[in-house]
């Protein structure tokens, strides 16, 4: 779990920016959203080439 310690003199905005961009470079939301709902390994391996032609397209 990402951690912040507000700093002496700084402002809380700037202390949940820097929370904000903790979780995001840990891939906090992007796991949280891939465990929100369980899938079934083969529902998984059915959605594979799927995620592979997304992948090449961009």
Partial sequence: MAQVTVRE?????SAL???????ARDGVMSELRKREH????????KKLPERRQESFKS
Avoid: A, D, T
């Fill in 38 to 45: 369980y899938e079934k390994p083969s529902v998984k391996r």
């Fill in 17 to 23: 920016k820097r929370f904000k961009r903790s979780c």
């Fill in 9 to 13: 003199n700084e402002s809380l905005e």
